[in-house]
């Protein structure tokens, strides 16, 4: 665990220092559905929105497979407008990591959305390309 620590950390220099897209910080540990859980938040940008989330992975080194929360129509938080929990318990306790954001103008993130398909699906393309370059999940290996 010290070690991933020390990786995530220079993980969030490096991308600080480059000026990347893309920034991940640890947070503290929590129990979800009786499973260890690892917790990062993820902010990156798509087009105008600057975008902010939660990557949840179960213990362990990986790679992990994941899975992308969409979320529907409306206003919605990396917890879902409707519940995404019980969803969440169910992967992580069968070894997913689960990553999901606020929605443009919802909750932290940035902007004023629409709701253009286009912007949408640009969103989900850049929410997969942020976790194909994660070193803890199989790129081969991402769900929505």
């Known amino acids: 665990m010290k070690k991933t620590l020390i990786g995530t950390t220079l993980l969030v220099l490096l991308l600080s220092a480059c000026g990347s897209r893309v920034r ?12 260890d859980v690892r917790v990062e938040e993820i902010q990156f940008r798509s087009g105008q929105f600057k975008l902010i989330g ?6 362990g080194d990986g790679p992990h497979p994941a899975i992308i929360m969409v979320p529907g129509d409306g206003a919605a938080t990396r917890n879902g407008s409707v519940p995404f929990r019980p969803l969440i318990e169910i992967f992580l306790r069968n070894g997913y990591a689960v ?10 993130s940035t902007g004023e959305f629409s709701d253009v398909l286009t912007q949408r ?24």
Request: charged content about 30%; cysteine-free; glycine content about 16%.
């Open 99 to 108: 990553f999901s954001w606020d929605k443009p103008g919802s909750g932290e």
């Open 24 to 35: 991940i910080e640890q947070k503290e540990g929590q129990t979800i559905g009786g499973v």
């Open 121 to 144: 699906a640009a969103i989900l393309v850049d929410g997969i390309k942020v976790l194909t370059e994660h070193e803890f999940i199989d790129p081969g290996r991402i769900g929505l």
């Open 54 to 59: 939660d990557l949840r992975m179960p213990e």
